[in-house]
């Protein structure tokens, strides 16, 4: 008894054996899915991207053209990698040392936005939420809902859920401007107010 394809796959996409993936996904031209991956369901992957083994990818992952995801990189559900966007897989490459070993990870957490060109070192984690704006290089770790851009990456804001600047009053309250939802600041802790 066969199994059943249950995504999308351009012709000229390779997608080797031993990884998954999920439901309604579709992966576009030239792109390359390598072994023992895992991708969500309702993900696209766009034009000339790699999945490299070992890469996790939550369901409802957008991933724009020309980007490499390498191992040692996860993203959680609903996450957005712009249009030519850097991840890093070892801190200190040489061509002629081996460093496969020495593979750092990257967590990528539900919700968060990395803008096009932008460059993630590896070993850090991106909060919730967050929004690396175009061409940021991130060096360090990213609080949930921040809003970070620049060489080094620097945090300028606080973004909400739908990707709007919060502007928190005296009482230390926000809200979407979209969608009426408020947020709350604790020193550097944001939340949603239920």
Known sequence: ???????????????????????????????????????????????????????????????QNNVSIYTGVFCEDDVFLGPSMVFTNVINPRSAIKRKNEFKETIVKKGASIGANATIVCGNTIGEYAFIGAGAVVTKNVLPYA?????????????????????FDENGIAQCVESGIKYMKNKEVVSKVN
């Open 1 to 63: 008894m066969g199994t059943t394809k249950n995504f999308f796959s351009h012709e000229t996409s390779i997608i080797d054996e031993g990884c998954v993936i999920g439901e309604r996904t579709k992966i576009w031209h030239f792109s390359h899915i390598m072994p023992d991956c895992i991708i969500g369901a309702d993900c696209n992957i766009g034009q000339n991207v790699v999945v490299s083994p070992k890469v996790v990818l939550g369901n409802n992952v957008k991933v």
């Open 147 to 167: 809003l970070v851009v620049g060489n080094p990456s620097q945090q300028i804001g606080w973004v909400s859920e739908f990707g709007h600047r919060l502007i």
